[in-house]
């Protein structure tokens, strides 16, 4: 049962509860007992004074009267419902009293200041305070009484009142506290039973938000982000896998095919097996390719990649990416511009290399016959640039996705130093971002394409 949340929440809610009601309860009690018992001495020493200042009055008249005769005539004065006197001398003989009261009394309460005592056969409860004063040169004890009966009995009132409250007051607290915590954890049971019947079939489901503004709410939205970002990801992953796919199955079809063609004819010469071996080779040294991006995208998925961060020269790089893509420029009678200056950078060596390359592949790819490509490295930004058809503004984006190509024809028909399976650009972006980069197609216009990288400073 304590293994629910509702559950603990309610015990401590009500444990809480009973602390500052008991707490509260026993402070109310406690200052009403402590007023009502000051106000009861209070009366008391308030009596005793008039009294006292009574028999002093007689003294004062001067009549020569005995002290215990002052006494007595001053008690027939004070008669009051709710206080009863006594005076004895020191030696403990009885002087004067209100009633037959006095003798009892005085021998049942002898407190030394105030007291509480109970008087007679029933023990009724009184407070009693015991002075001392002189008449005549006598002195005396004035025992001045006040019945607590029914203060006692309006504190036994409160007690009864409070065991009572107390409990039914944590009854009703815990009762209240378990429905109102049931209600407030209710968006907790709904978001939990949709979560439960979320699966990789239909992560388009959302989790209910019903207050956006509150605690729930903000942790509904959490979660859905959350599925927002599974669901793009299975996204990814399910267009990935298809298209790595579509992409593997043309080159393996290749080599099956030939492999077909020279196995099954029996009559064929040399060259034919020739021609088909050189097939066979183009298209293992693309599946290659393939798998090397689709493993280096992989890596970077996973978090993987291996990173060495080092001083290199990017100028350096380029001139060397730019020698080696030279060849493949030639054959399509495309020229390079190129233009460099001193640029330092920290990063990998071999990464920068390859994103320079898929780069200037790709300007060799989709250009023109007898274009060009121009190669500027300063103020750390590399811009290559190429004629060739221009980029739709839907797909200036697009075309940094896996496995987008603007022009599948001639992406495979041309010969290329990568896979040709789309994935040069999203590499390429990859591996700028990894070094704290940018990589962006700045512009597509009057039949130029430009891409530039930009290096932190």
């Known amino acids: 049962m304590f293994n629910s949340i509702r559950a603990k929440l309610t015990l401590w809610y009500t444990l809480v509860f009973a602390f500052v009601i008991v707490a509260l309860t026993a402070l109310m009690y406690f200052s009403f007992v402590y007023a009502v018992r000051a106000d009861t001495d209070n009366g008391l020493s308030e009596m005793a004074n008039d009294f006292i200042a009574a028999a002093k009055s007689e003294e004062d008249e001067g009549r020569k009267l005995h002290p215990e005769k002052d006494i007595s005539e001053t008690m027939d004065s004070f008669r009051f419902r709710d206080y009863q006197f006594a005076v004895s001398s020191t030696a403990g003989k009885n002087v004067a009293g209100t009633s037959e009261f006095a003798p009892p009394a005085i021998e049942a309460c002898n407190p030394s200041g105030y007291g509480d005592c109970g008087v007679g056969d029933n023990s009724e409860p009184f407070r009693v305070l015991r002075r001392s004063f002189s008449q005549s040169g006598q002195e005396f004890y004035l025992y001045t009484f006040r019945p607590v009966s029914d203060r006692l009995e309006l504190e036994s009132k409160l007690r009864i009142t409070a065991f009572l409250s107390i409990p039914i007051g944590l009854l009703l607290s815990g009762l ?18 949709q979560a439960s019947g979320i699966t ?27 599925l927002d970002r599974l669901d793009k990801a299975f996204e990814q992953q399910r267009r990935f896998m298809a298209d790595a796919s579509h992409e593997l199955r043309t080159p393996l079809a290749i080599v099956r095919g030939e492999s077909e063609v020279a196995l099954f004819k ?18 293992s040294i693309r599946l290659t390719r393939i798998v090397d991006d689709l493993f280096t995208l992989a890596r970077a ?34 020229s390079i511009d190129l233009s460099t200056e001193e640029t330092s950078v920290s990063g990998d060596e071999s990464l920068l290399r390859r994103m320079f390359l898929n780069l200037l592949d790709n300007a060799v790819k989709y250009n023109q016959e007898g274009g060009r490509i121009s190669v500027d490295v300063r103020d750390r930004h590399v811009t290559i640039s190429n004629t060739g058809p221009e980029i739709a503004p839907d797909q200036r984006e697009a075309i940094f996705e896996r496995f987008f190509r603007a022009n599948v024809a001639r992406s495979r028909e041309a010969e290329s130093s990568t896979s040709g399976a789309g994935l040069g650009l999203s590499i390429s972006r990859w591996i700028a971002e990894l070094h704290g980069a940018s990589l962006n197609l700045t512009k597509s216009e009057h039949g130029e394409n430009t891409f530039t990288v930009r290096f932190p400073r």
Do not use: W
Not at 176 to 191: N, Y
Not at 208 to 224: H, I, R, Y
């Open 176 to 193: 209240g506290g378990f429905f109102l915590i049931r209600r407030s954890l209710a968006p907790i049971r709904e978001m939990s039973s």
């Open 200 to 226: 990789s079939r239909n992560l388009h489901e959302r989790l209910p938000v019903a207050n956006p503004n509150d605690e729930l709410g903000d942790l509904a939205q959490v979660f859905n982000g959350l």
């Open 266 to 283: 029996d009559d064929r010469q040399a060259k034919d097996y020739k021609e088909s071996l050189d097939i066979v080779h183009e298209e």
């Open 301 to 334: 998925d996973s978090g993987n990649f291996s990173f060495v961060r080092q001083p290199i020269y990017v100028d350096e790089i380029v001139n060397e990416c730019v020698r080696s893509i030279r060849t493949l420029a030639e054959k399509r009678d495309v």
